[in-house]
């Protein structure tokens, strides 16, 4: 299936300077890369952010939010475009103009899925897109966890935000642990299928992913400042954030009571908050982060 980016395909082999250093050290590494985008991408420090195709609420959220964490602090993200956890890490990025970068497991010129269309062409047009198979090659079994090598190689940091015990992400995971890069894990509800495999990855010794901030600060040190934080923060998360600044010791309970709202919905932004690094919780107390 030919688009309209089809003229724009550029080709680097291991003699190109954009062909990226840290692929060039793998086993089994592309011989060449198919492009449409900003090959200077290729170049900076970035993370991937991946997941499962079957996801819940708390997944998509969680993801949209890194991505858009990421793009704040200026840091590309890097993820296969399969609808699910990867595409919403993409959707979060690019809806605040950060950098995306799709590493796809069919020729450059076939969009899967169809339904990922337009955030295909809004990499294409604003971010990267690459991939090793030639125009046209179809997807197979094989060539969507071979281009996971590929993901993991070209960024600084893995992280995983929702994954059963079969996940393809897991097998990221795997690339990323072999090619010695940080593995991050969004801790999940330990009931529920689709947090599995990233509890597992906890278990086995990955990043607890507590806020994002522990992942921009690896990359280039960026940190939530005080002055940044009520800008970056919506009505319920701001309103919540002052409660908790009123008081050395809050609970759900006391600031779902202060507020007079439901404890359900305190909990999803404290959940959110925590995330971002704004705030951090211990023995069932909430406190703001240093």
């Known amino acids: 299936m030919n688009n309209k980016y089809s003229n724009e395909i550029k080709e680097i082999d291991f003699n190109s300077p954009y062909y990226p250093e840290n692929l060039r050290i793998i086993n089994n590494p592309p011989e060449r890369l198919y492009c449409i985008g900003d090959l200077n991408l290729l170049g900076l420090k970035s993370v991937a952010v991946i997941g499962s195709r079957k996801y819940t609420l708390y997944g998509k959220i969680v993801a949209q939010m890194i991505g858009k964490e990421l793009a704040k602090a200026d840091i590309p993200v890097v993820s296969g475009l399969a609808y699910g956890i990867d595409s919403f890490a993409h959707e979060g990025t690019v809806s605040l ?73 897991l097998i990221t995971a795997d690339f990323a642990n072999e090619q010695g890069k940080s ?55 701001l309103e919540i954030y002052k409660e908790i600044q009123k008081s050395t010791c809050c609970t759900i309970d006391s600031i779902a009571h202060n507020l007079n709202k439901n404890a359900g919905k305190v909990s999803a932004i404290l959940t959110v908050l925590e995330i971002k690094g704004v705030i951090t919780t211990y023995g069932g107390k909430v406190f703001l982060a240093k």
């Open 97 to 169: 103009g950060g950098k995306a970068i799709a590493v796809l497991g069919t020729g450059i010129d076939i969009i899967h899925p169809v339904r990922n269309a337009w955030l295909y062409n809004k990499i294409a047009s604003s971010g990267l897109i690459i991939s090793e198979y030639e125009p046209g090659t179809p997807g197979a079994k094989y060539t969507f966890p071979q281009r996971n090598r590929i993901i993991s190689a070209i960024s600084e940091a893995v992280v995983v935000v929702e994954a059963g015990l079969n996940s393809g992400s």
């Open 183 to 237: 593995i991050y894990s969004v801790p999940g509800n330990i009931n529920s299928q689709f947090s599995v495999g990233t509890n597992k990855l906890i278990k086995d010794g990955a990043i607890p992913l507590i806020s994002i901030s522990d992942v921009t600060s690896e990359i280039k040190g960026v940190e939530y400042t005080p002055q940044d934080i009520e800008m970056d923060l919506g009505n319920d998360e």
